[in-house]
Nanobody, 125 residues
Framework: VQLQASGGGLVQAGGSLRLSCAAS????????LGWFRQAPGKEREYVAA????????YYAQSVKGRFTISRDNAKNTVYLQMNNLRPEDTAVYYC???????????????????WGQGTQVTVSS
């Protein structure tokens, strides 16, 4: 499956953005989906995940209560709604697909089947 992320931008602290990730070329509904981010000089880190069934969502502690992951299988799209953004949320955000949400939640990068190209999110203070 190929992934195409969009929706990043520049926002002030406390603002909101919604990222989208459109999938093509595979059976979207059978993949667990998620988001990672990578800030300059830092490793790529897990942000949020959702299993293929859509039952249950998982979040990194740093974003819990502020970010919401959702998916629309009819549109082959996964979303990340980001509210109350902070300067430390500044990073390039990547969508990801895996056979199990476990691989996303644990940051098991070798088991990520597909990556989106990344979209920049910049939060100013």
């Amino acid at each position: 499956v190929q992934l195409q992320a969009s929706g990043g931008g520049l926002v002030q602290a406390g603002g909101s953005l919604r990222l989208s990730c459109a999938a093509s070329g595979g059976t979207f509904s059978t993949y667990a989906l998620g988001w990672f981010r990578q800030a300059p000089g830092k490793e790529r880190e897990y942000v949020a995940a959702m299993p293929w069934s859509g039952s249950g969502t998982y979040y990194a502690q740093s974003v819990k209560g502020r970010f919401t992951i959702s998916r629309d299988n009819a549109k082959n799209t996964v979303y990340l709604q980001m509210n109350n953004l902070r300067p430390e949320d500044t990073a390039v955000y990547y969508c990801a697909a895996a056979q199990q949400s476990y691989y996303i939640r644990t940051g098991d990068l070798p088991n990520i089947r597909s990556w989106g190209q990344g979209t920049q999110v910049t939060v100013s203070s």
